[in-house]
């Protein structure tokens, strides 16, 4: 099992940037994918990014594309979701999860932290 823990959320402007980290701890010698999600006030949880930790492979939501980009850390078991020109639409709390190699399935997943964009 992978424990993930979120932190980076806070109050930022419109226009402004955030850095959301996702360090991930318990059985991370596996193969996995890592995503990003995030849940408005009152809305589904929606899917933001993801990246494969083997390859790197990014993917991105129409919403952010252009304007959110992953990384990774593997030696501190992290990835970090680098967040510019936020808009008051971007407020959420936002989840990462692990989905392992093989399966179809987010197997774990964090507590999330919060991102609120004022205008």
């Known amino acids: 099992q992978v424990q993930l823990v979120e932190s980076g959320g806070g109050l930022v402007q419109a226009g402004g940037s955030l850095r959301l980290s996702c360090a991930a701890s318990?059985?991370?010698?596996?193969?996995?994918?890592v995503g990003w999600f995030r849940q408005a006030p009152g809305k589904e949880r929606e899917f933001v990014a993801l990246i494969t930790w083997s390859s790197s492979n990014t993917y991105y939501a129409d919403s952010v594309k252009g304007r959110f980009t992953l990384s990774r850390e593997n030696a501190k078991n992290t990835v970090y979701l680098h967040m510019n020109s936020l808009k008051p639409e971007d407020t959420a709390v936002y989840y990462c999860?692990?989905?392992?190699?093989?399966?179809?399935?987010?197997?774990?997943w964090g507590l999330g932290t919060q991102v609120t964009v004022s205008s």
């Open positions: 999860a692990v989905r392992m190699v093989g399966t179809t399935s987010w197997s774990s």
């Open positions: 318990g059985r991370t010698g596996s193969t996995y994918t």
